[in-house]
Every structure is written in C-alpha cells, then in structure tokens.
C-alpha cells in the first residue's frame, strides 16, 4: 500500500472525517520512516456537483517542524462536502471527507 510504503508513522487529523468552518485553515501532519526526503505534497479536492465532479490540485512545499514532523497547510474557501486525497510521491496515501460549513 502507499501509506506503508511511504512509512508513514503517525498522522494528524487522525480522523477521516472532519468538519471545518469556510475560510479556515487546517494543518495536516505526519511522520516517516522513509530513508529519502520528502519536500512536496499534493493535495486533490474532489467535490460532487450536479454534473461531473469538481476537482481541483494544490501543490504544496512540506515543512518539518522542531519535533520532525512533516506538515502543510490547507485552506477551505467553499461550504459544502470535499474529499481530500493527498499524494506523496505520486501515490495517494491518505483521504479526509470534508464537511464545509458557513462562517
């Protein structure tokens, strides 16, 4: 699987679910055993419409912080419901389901 190949450790929000307010930020984080440096993560929001599915990609530089782990920042504009998949390496290794809900 991409999680255990990426090594990945630990995990922050633990949950698949999550509910946020629009127009704030949430600060995903993890740790890694991998031997090779991480420095970039995408992140893909996939949102159900009438149509087809909206999806949209940001691209994000991973931090480290004092403790070591890996993080970034992502912003939620829209209400409604996203699933969030996000890649490292090119390979999904984890995916929240958003709740957006007005400010």
């Known amino acids: 699987s991409p999680f255990l190949r990426n090594k990945i450790n630990h995990y922050f929000p633990q949950k698949g679910i999550i509910k946020v ?6 600060r995903f984080s993890f740790t890694t055993n991998a031997s090779r440096k991480m420095d970039k993560v995408s992140v893909v929001s996939v949102r159900p419409s009438a149509g087809e599915n909206e999806r949209y990609q940001f691209d994000y530089d991973l931090q480290v912080d004092q403790e070591g782990k890996y993080f970034f920042d992502h912003h939620f504009i829209r209400t409604g419901y996203t699933s969030l998949i996000i890649y490292l390496n090119g390979e999904a290794v984890l995916i929240y389901n958003i709740y957006i809900s007005k400010v």
């Open 21 to 26: 307010r629009a127009d704030s930020t949430v």
